[in-house]
């Protein structure tokens, strides 16, 4: 019988959590999105999770944006070496389109029955003169950090990703509500989190993609 060197896999699942920033979000679903903050704030969040800001252009809620080139730009007049970007995952839940100026809704959608204000990109409003995608979600507990975007070294890069592996490996626990960090999934039937066969990396049998270390 011979041997095969394993080196990782990857998988590509019929489903759009990576939407792109022009298209539509469906409501229900969770995506892949971005929040720009200040380091110190960013342990913050990773360890106790996001707060809801108590107003801004959407009104109260936590602004996030699937354009990682907007998320960048936050916390405006921060210096570069004070700027983080957390991944997220994000569910939606009811989304309401906000596109011009002094929309109806545009402090009350959550008032009127949604979870989410998305603000398309080039829609053309005075507030967004970047013209880059933003939303608002008003339930801080619809948003889990997974991973660091950007950073300003690599010393804050691996510290946060540090913090957010040991905060993410109780709720790896299926008995606990949250999603894997590694598998971005909540926790369910077949839901494994271990240390790789082949390398000393944490994964998860759920996750759609992993390299293999371990050098044969």
Request: charged letters at 20%; hydrophobic letters at 30%.
């Amino acid at each position: 019988m011979s041997s095969i060197n394993f080196f990782g896999w990857e998988v590509h699942y019929d489903e759009d959590r990576h939407l792109q920033a022009e298209q539509e979000a469906k409501s229900g679903s969770r995506y892949t999105m971005y929040h720009g903050t200040k380091v110190q704030t960013a342990q913050m969040i990773i360890q106790n999770g996001f707060s809801q800001s108590p107003d801004g252009m959407l009104g109260p809620g936590v602004y996030v944006s699937r354009d990682q080139r907007k998320a960048e730009r936050y916390p405006l007049n921060s210096p570069l070496n004070d700027k983080v970007v957390l991944k997220l995952s994000v569910d939606l839940g009811k989304v309401k389109r906000i596109d011009k100026d002094n929309h109806p809704l545009q402090k009350t959608w959550h008032n009127a029955g949604y979870d989410t204000a998305w603000v398309p990109p080039k829609c053309g409003m005075r507030a967004v003169p970047s013209g880059l995608e933003e939303d608002c979600v008003w339930d801080p507990k619809r948003i889990d950090v997974v991973d660091i975007a950007l950073a300003p070294n690599t010393t804050i890069l691996n510290s946060l990703k540090q913090l957010i592996a040991t905060n993410q490996r109780s709720l790896s626990n299926p008995g606990n509500s949250g999603t894997c960090q590694y598998c971005k999934w909540k926790p369910g039937p077949g839901h494994m989190v271990q240390s790789c066969w082949g390398c000393p990396e944490t994964i998860c049998t759920l996750m759609t993609k992993h390299n293999c270390n371990q050098k044969f």
